[in-house]
């Protein structure tokens, strides 16, 4: 899970590589490359990127996309999480402390991000960002897993291909991890794509080059993969449920406060700060909010042939019956959907915006059912709740930094636009 970035300035580890990787991915597109912020460049701001999500809730537990980096490209899985902001790769600077991972490590360019920079001094708290190295940006990442990268930053070639057929090459900062720790819930991947709301995020350097509008969003599907979007492009914006980003929660995409709703109906249990968050596999709720989930629960199943299986560790809280559970349709009509209503103003009226969760987006099926919502008290949350990927399923799921919105709506997640004529219609 990573779901708050903590960054700190740190000693240098000096090192310098020339690079050689192998040749480009892919043949038959339009090439063109972007040199940087260069205002000779004519602004991409009306196309999209798509790309490909692969993996799954259960039981792989972790997405990933794969990104094209280095001249020429070479692949690279990263986890797309919209809780943080700077992507990094494990990187060969050479690597203290490198996790496995499912290509070589990265070899840094020679191109190196110096202290100034204003992506630099993103990473770091007001009046922390001191530049005793002046030629580099240190960083640190800390996740709420107790997993953490540390590094430097460097800038290379991006290599993207937008859905109106143009292959593009960006050159982009990105954090070359030469120290990693492992988190509780670590995945095999070569890094994280940071999605986050701040400058360091591939999505504002993106927008700020003029490529894309600030806008990113994600469908994953029940059944595994789905996909990822930079643009805004690939959705009807008039089908959407919209609520405002919270003004509160700056370093977060957060609609503000929410209100349980059980069965349709509401509970009075108001005040729940949100965050959405992709690099959470699970959704998480505040101990008090956690407790009437859990209870209603339990009231739901007394009577029927259901127990708790506590020999089944997939996870927390897993309920079995009289043989085991082939499928999720044998299962959900047992528990209740539950839901976020969202205040939100709506010209000069104001209406709720309900972020649905059918039993099918939180239960997972082990051959018994277990609860995809925890305690996030437990886990150090304190008082925010999180939706994870678990609860996002079958939704596509928007993030408009332009707009400062969030918008959701149930969709088929398997089926991947590639296009201006397949944008989703819904």
């Known amino acids: 899970m990573k779901t708050v970035e903590v960054v700190l300035v740190l000693l240098s580890l000096l090192w310098c590589y020339s690079v050689s990787v192998p040749s480009a991915h892919g043949q038959g597109r339009k090439e063109s490359k972007h040199p940087g912020t260069t205002s000779s460049f004519i602004s991409r701001t009306g196309s999209s990127v798509v790309l490909p999500i692969h993996g799954n809730v259960y039981p792989r537990g972790f997405y990933h996309v794969v990104l094209y980096i280095g001249q020429p490209p070479k692949p690279y899985f990263l986890d797309p999480d919209t809780g943080s902001d700077l992507t990094w790769l494990q990187c060969d600077a050479p690597c203290v402390r490198c996790t496995k991972a499912p290509h070589p490590l990265y070899r840094p360019s020679n191109e190196r991000v110096v202290c100034k920079d204003p992506i630099c001094a993103s990473l770091h708290p007001p009046g922390q960002h001191k530049c005793d190295i002046p030629e580099q940006c240190d960083y640190e990442v800390e996740y709420e897993d107790g997993g953490s990268s540390l590094g430097v930053l460097v ?23 030469y120290d990693q720790l492992p988190g509780a819930s670590s995945h095999p991947t070569d890094g994280v794509l940071g999605l986050g709301r701040g400058k360091s995020s591939i999505t504002s350097q993106l927008h700020q080059q003029g490529l894309i509008r600030n806008v990113i969003g994600h469908c994953l599907s029940s059944r595994g993969g789905g996909f990822l979007f930079f643009g805004d492009d690939v959705f009807d914006p008039s089908r959407i449920i919209w609520t405002q980003m919270s003004s509160d929660y700056l370093k977060y995409y957060s609609p503000g406060l929410a209100e349980i709703v059980l069965s349709g109906k509401a509970t009075g249990l108001r005040n ?51 043989k085991p559970f082939k499928n999720m349709r044998e299962v959900a009509k047992l528990f209740k959907p539950i839901a976020l209503s969202f205040a939100s103003d709506s010209g000069k009226t104001k209406a709720a915006a309900q972020f649905d969760i059918s039993p099918e987006a939180y239960l997972v099926i082990s051959g018994n059912a277990c609860l995809g919502i925890l305690n996030g008290t437990q886990i150090g949350l304190q008082n925010l709740n999180l939706i994870g990927d678990i609860s996002m399923q079958d939704k596509i799921v928007i993030y ?27």
């Open 272 to 322: 729940l700060r949100v965050v959405f968050d992709s690099g959470s596999s699970y959704t998480y709720l505040s101990s008090q909010a956690y407790q009437f989930f859990l209870d209603s629960v339990m009231k739901e199943l007394s009577g029927r042939q259901m127990r708790e299986a506590l020999d089944d560790w997939t996870l927390p809280v897993c309920f079995k019956g009289e």
């Open 155 to 177: 800038k290379d070639n991006l290599t993207l291909n937008f859905i109106d057929g143009i292959r593009l090459s960006s050159r982009l900062a990105f954090g070359c991890g």
């Open 400 to 426: 408009d930094n332009e707009k400062q919105a969030i918008g959701w709506l149930s969709t088929d997640c398997d089926r991947i636009p590639k296009s201006r004529s397949g944008a989703l219609s819904f």
